[in-house]
């Protein structure tokens, strides 16, 4: 019989996806130990059994339990779990319009979803790919909620009840529903080119981003267009930015404009297009007291304030390359990465860069902060590390190499893990879990790749030593005084 050992529930869990679809689990052991950390398990491993497929890539993470990929706040009380469905679940967008909905805490898979492709679209399912995917709590009037947002411009409502009298979709058509309780409730068209989305935490609003177009709000409800931003004021040489929006994080929202009033909501859609003139804004938009920030692919944060007008309020730059990810700490601080693999804080008071967390060898991909307030934060990027950082002393915590290109990162819960005993010893394929397979495969990888640093260090150092060596070995050749000095000087150290 082999015996089993009640493994300890790992003080931090975080999901990482990479370019070919593959999602890894990581765990750092009680302690919590860094240095431990290491890869626990593949998902999903029955249902993909590890393939690899670049159709599949994996572009957005986000859990029920607040922490997510696209750049939306992240607040526990937003992403609470019905008492339908127990268990947190993790929501996974990919290429193709796919959205997978799986176990938190094994990885199984519960739904997969299509999102409806654009009226106007011509491009292929394969071309098309989530850009952003957000959870909603549920309210007293409707169930957990997922919104999704595709990069050619539809966003999609989809609920965890099947609800036979859903709504239709915006062109007319019925909604999608899925076998396992998962069904798309509504969708509508918001632009085009969808390059990120934030959602408020009553799922009232969201602001969209896109390639040709500033930020954009959009009431989920009615799928209308709420308020329009401008891009800032021209430079002196009378030269603006083309409008290119590549991350949003919200920072805060009113209590009037965030109100569960429908008749408040459609006087602000009704009076909304009263201010796409010249002006920066009027009495509409003070009507709607949204605060956010966006990041360009000019490398340049923007912070917006809808009750102050429409242009934004201050303008920082960051670096000459993309912003590709902003996570909030708070309402007066984000933390912001570049496609250069700098990652910096924001002080929003003074409108300053601060201090910059080091380690990444490449473009940052994900980042996120922990969703119960901790001081960390994760970040994942092209150079196949997931690494986490203390965000008060800017230390690395501990990294773990993930062999592919990662894209999206999340933080799990803690307190549950696949696999509650792992079998000390028994025939392989005698129900022993994944988790014992991929482990120490992680562990091995990481002790190679430290080996192989520490060789290359030392081959090195050998190379330096032989050029001095052969070097005065050569002026002692061609001089005999020097010679004869070292051998003096060799004979007073022996004696």
């Keep these: 019989m082999p015996s089993t050992q009640q493994r300890q529930p790992p003080a931090y869990r975080l999901l990482a996806g990479d370019e070919l679809g593959v999602l890894r689990a990581v765990e750092v052991p009680a302690g919590p130990k860094w240095s431990e950390a290491a890869l626990a398990q593949k998902w999903p491993a029955l249902a993909c059994r590890g393939e690899a497929d670049k159709n599949k890539a994996i572009t957005c993470i986000c859990c029920t339990h607040g922490s ?14 019905p008492p339908a469905s127990a268990a947190p679940i993790v929501a996974v967008g990919r290429k193709g319009r796919r959205v997978d909905i799986l176990d938190a805490a ?33 309210a007293e009037t409707r169930p957990l909620q997922l919104v999704a947002a595709a990069s050619d411009g539809v966003v999609s409502i989809s609920s965890c009840n099947s609800n036979s009298s859903s709504d239709a979709g915006a062109n007319g058509s019925q909604p999608e529903a899925s076998a396992s309780g998962w069904n798309v ?3 509508f ?3 085009s080119n969808i390059t990120c989305m934030a959602v408020d935490s009553n799922g ?47 920072l805060s929202v009113s209590n009037s404009s965030c109100s569960g009033n429908q008749d408040n909501r459609q006087q602000v859609a009704a009076a909304a297009p009263a201010g796409d003139g010249d002006s920066d804004g009027g009495e509409q938009d003070a009507k709607l007291a949204v605060r956010f920030i966006a990041g360009s692919v000019f490398g340049k944060l923007h ?19 993309r912003v590709t990810a902003l996570a909030p700490q708070g309402q007066s601080q984000v933390w912001a990465a570049n496609g250069t693999g700098h990652i910096q804080l924001l002080d929003l008071s003074m409108s300053k860069l601060q201090g910059a967390v080091k380690g990444a060898g490449g473009s940052i991909r994900a980042l996120t902060v922990h969703p119960d307030g901790e001081p960390l934060i994760a970040s994942a990027g092209l150079d196949r590390f997931l690494r986490v950082h203390d965000a008060n002393s800017r230390v690395s915590c501990g990294r773990v190499y993930l062999k592919q290109q990662l894209t999206a990162v999340c933080w799990l819960p803690a307190g549950q893990q ?12 005698a129900g022993a879990p994944v988790a014992s397979k991929q482990q120490p495969e992680a562990a091995v990888d990481g002790t190679q790749a430290a080996a192989a640093i520490q060789a290359t260090e030392q081959q090195q150092r050998g190379r330096k030593g032989k050029r001095k060596g052969s070097k005065a ?5 061609a001089d005999p005084a020097i010679a004869a000095a070292a051998a003096t000087e060799k004979r007073q150290k022996t004696t």
């Design 68 to 81: 997510t990929h696209s750049g939306t706040r992240e607040q526990a009380q937003i992403c609470c779990v």
């Design 106 to 138: 094994t990885g199984a898979s519960q739904a997969t979803m299509t999102v409806a492709a654009s009226s106007s679209s011509r491009t292929s399912a394969n071309q098309v790919h989530i850009a952003a995917v957000a959870f909603v709590g549920p």
């Design 185 to 187: 409730n509504r969708y």
């Design 189 to 191: 068209q918001a632009g």
């Design 204 to 250: 009232h609003y969201a602001i969209i981003g896109s390639k040709g177009c500033q930020p954009s709000i959009w009431d989920l409800s009615t799928g209308t267009k709420l308020w329009q931003a401008k891009g800032g004021k021209p430079n002196r040489v009378r030269l603006v930015d083309k409008p290119f929006t590549t991350a949003l994080a919200l």
């Design 303 to 321: 912070v917006y304030d809808t009750a102050a007008g429409r242009r934004p309020q201050s303008e920082v730059i960051f670096g000459a390359t």
């Design 418 to 429: 696949g696999n509650e005993a792992a079998p000390a010893a028994g025939p392989a394929g």
């Design 473 to 477: 070995s050569k002026e002692q050749a």
